[in-house]
């Protein structure tokens, strides 16, 4: 089955700062990649999404890049604010299934 | 809204209990699935679903199994509880493949003592 790898698992910024969170997949039939946020205590939800046939996605402050050949994804949050702490999941879909990586914990400093 | 609801919040069972945990969704999603959530280790997958009937094996489906009798309702067992099963336990649900968006549960935190 797919395995998806995601790092760092944790990351530190000042506010105002950038944070980028990059995975990697290994099965090439994937064509769905989510980014979900889990603030605490609380269930994950789809902050963006990107399939395979779009190379760059971007909503306000969240965007997110797709290299299908290197099968690598990457999150990019900019002009961060306290409020985007939390844990960020990446996730790949090939068909019926949904994979996550390990998360990332996003901590940003006022 | 979508609504995928877990029948419990929290739960306490006894080790060698036969466990049941539901999950029911109501926006008419093909695909069920459930995860364990465990620090450091992200979400896992145990099963999933794709129709009533259906099932497939996800990363760790040992020591479980699920039930998906009706669309709208997937069950994870855990056949015979022990003390590495305590965790978390979030059920999501989405459209086929094209429209891909799953949308999670509550969460279940199971504790087996």
């Known amino acids: 089955g797919e395995n998806v790898e995601q790092h760092p698992s944790t990351l530190s910024v000042q506010e105002g700062d950038s944070a980028v969170i990059k995975c990697t997949y290994s099965?090439?039939?994937?064509?769905?990649f989510p980014w979900y946020k889990q603030e605490l205590g609380k269930r994950p939800q789809l902050i963006i999404d990107?399939?395979?046939?779009?190379g760059e996605k971007k909503d306000q402050r969240i965007a997110v890049t797709l290299n299908k050949t290197a099968k690598h994804f990457s999150l990019h949050i900019t002009e961060t604010q306290p409020e985007d702490s939390a844990v960020y999941f990446c996730?790949?879909?090939?068909?019926?299934?949904?994979?996550f990586g390990a998360g990332t914990r996003l901590t940003v400093k006022p | 809204d979508v609504k995928v609801t877990q029948s419990s919040r929290y739960l306490v069972k006894r080790t060698g209990e036969k466990v049941f945990l539901e999950c029911v969704q109501d926006?008419?999603?093909?695909?069920m699935f459930w995860y364990r959530q465990d620090p450091g280790l992200g979400l896992r997958l145990i099963y999933f679903?794709?129709?009533?009937?259906?099932?497939e094996k996800g990363d760790i489906p040992e020591g479980y199994s699920v039930s998906r009798e009706k669309k709208e309702r997937f069950s994870l067992i855990l056949e015979s509880a022990s003390t590495n099963q305590t965790s978390m336990y979030l059920c999501?649900?989405?459209?086929?493949?094209?429209?891909?968006?799953?949308?999670f549960g509550q969460g279940t935190r199971l504790t087996v003592v």
């Open positions: 999501a649900s989405s459209f086929g493949q094209l429209r891909g968006e799953a949308f």
């Open positions: 099965d090439s039939a994937s064509n769905y």
């Open positions: 990107i399939r395979s046939n779009v």
């Open positions: 996730a790949a879909s090939g068909g019926n299934d949904m994979r």
């Open positions: 926006m008419d999603h093909e695909n």
């Open positions: 679903s794709y129709d009533v009937k259906m099932k």
